[in-house]
C-alpha cells in the first residue's frame, strides 16, 4: 500500500506518516523499484493492531 493510502485509511496527514515512517515508528517500509515507499498490508494491520488504530481487515 501507499503513504497516501495508510494516511487515508488511519485519517492522519500524509506528511505524518511520512514521518513516522521515516523515524522508524511506523510499520515496515520498502521502497518500490521506482523508488516510491511501499508497505505491505499484512506488516501495516499488525502495526496498527499492535498501536491500537482502528482498521479495516484488523484483529
Known amino acids: 500500500m501507499t503513504i497516501s493510502e495508510m494516511a487515508q485509511e488511519l485519517r492522519f ?3 505524518t506518516v511520512y514521518r513516522w ?3 522508524g515508528n511506523g510499520p515496515t517500509a520498502f521502497k518500490s523499484p ?3 515507499i511501499r508497505i ?3 506488516d501495516f ?3 496498527a493492531c499492535t498501536n491500537g488504530f ?3 481487515g484488523g484483529r
Open 34 to 36: 521506482g523508488g516510491r
Open 45 to 47: 494491520i499488525e502495526w
Open 13 to 15: 496527514d500524509r506528511a
Open 40 to 42: 505491505h498490508r499484512s
Open 54 to 56: 482502528p482498521i479495516k
Open 21 to 23: 515512517v521515516r523515524a
